[in-house]
């Protein structure tokens, strides 16, 4: 396996040992779909050498039948189906959190762990309901067939959600992404793909999955991706309290103009995306140039993919000057977004939905 997959020369890479990058904002706002070659890759261990002809998926624990599933198997046997889908990292814009306080051990994101495919596949559904889902079955855990290695010990990184999300359509295991085959860093041959949930339940390179009565006990379910309160740090935390995520929050960013770019006064457009979590969808889009005393709403462009992503754009009207432009979204419960980083800040990271901003110097 190369060291660096085949991306774009404009990808920023944020470790090289896991492999971790992600595109700069005004190339991940081209297009509506993300080309692989752009799309961020966030990873915890190494990228698994995987024989596909060799490759078997099992399926046990609170089943009727255990499976043992070649990839033939999952492509000739079962119905297949596409969804697009927007993946985004729990850790996206972590660096706005950052700047309110160190997060030491923890990938420096900007907004680019994001990224939407189309992705193609069988649903989850379908493979649990062949092996006959038992009564007590509340999770769905999946592990990975890659190595993480922490305080000595290699095991695969892992993740679950609630069954009713398991049994959800829009649920895949995907071998395809955008009309090809997955590449190995985004988890060939076969991924799980859980939209509306933070990217880490999207499991890639999936060796099994578990039905259980609790969630898994990997240690990125039971350790990682949890939010505690400000004043917790890594020595105070206790593991068991922690808020375990799974639906992502309303999120929106700009994307265009970039951070500290030089514009032309008159009407700038700004133009940027938004995200929410669950089965809600983004409803509305605020930009303000003065601070968030008063704000034009963004146009959202059409589009029926309740799984994605809203690109938005607006015009703003700006003479010479310094800028600070901010981003608001707001989703179909009504929810927003909190006005300050130090607002959300918690000691992993976590979940950086603050109102985006960039500042900009207008020339006449
Ligand atoms: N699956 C495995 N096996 N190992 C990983 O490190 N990272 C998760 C998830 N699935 C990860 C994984 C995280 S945190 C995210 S955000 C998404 O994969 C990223 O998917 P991508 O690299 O295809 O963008």
Redesign the pocket.
Known sequence: MPNRPEKHPGMIFRSEQPLNAEPPMELLRQSFTTPAEL???????SIPEIDADRYRLSIGGMVQRELRLSLDEIREQFPRSTVTAT?Q?AGNRRQDLMEVAPIPGEVAWSAG?I?TAEWRGTPLREVLQAAGVEPGALHAAFT?L?EVEMENQAF??GGSIPIEKAMSPEVVLAYEMNGEPLTP???APLRVVAPGYI??R????LANIVLQAEPSSNYYQTHAYKIFPPQVDEETADWEKGLMLGELSVNAVICRPTYEEAVSAGPVPVQGYAITGGERSVERVDVSTDGGETWTTADLQEGNDPWAWRLWETLVDLSPGRYEIVARAWDSAANTQPELAEQVWNFKGYMDNSWHRIEVSCTG
Not at 39 to 45: C, K, P, T, Y
Not at 202 to 205: D, E, L, Q
């Open positions: 799309f961020f890759v966030r990873n915890h261990g993946l990292c762990a990224g990975g890659d695969g990184f860093e985004h988890g990217g880490a999207s499991v890639k390179w």
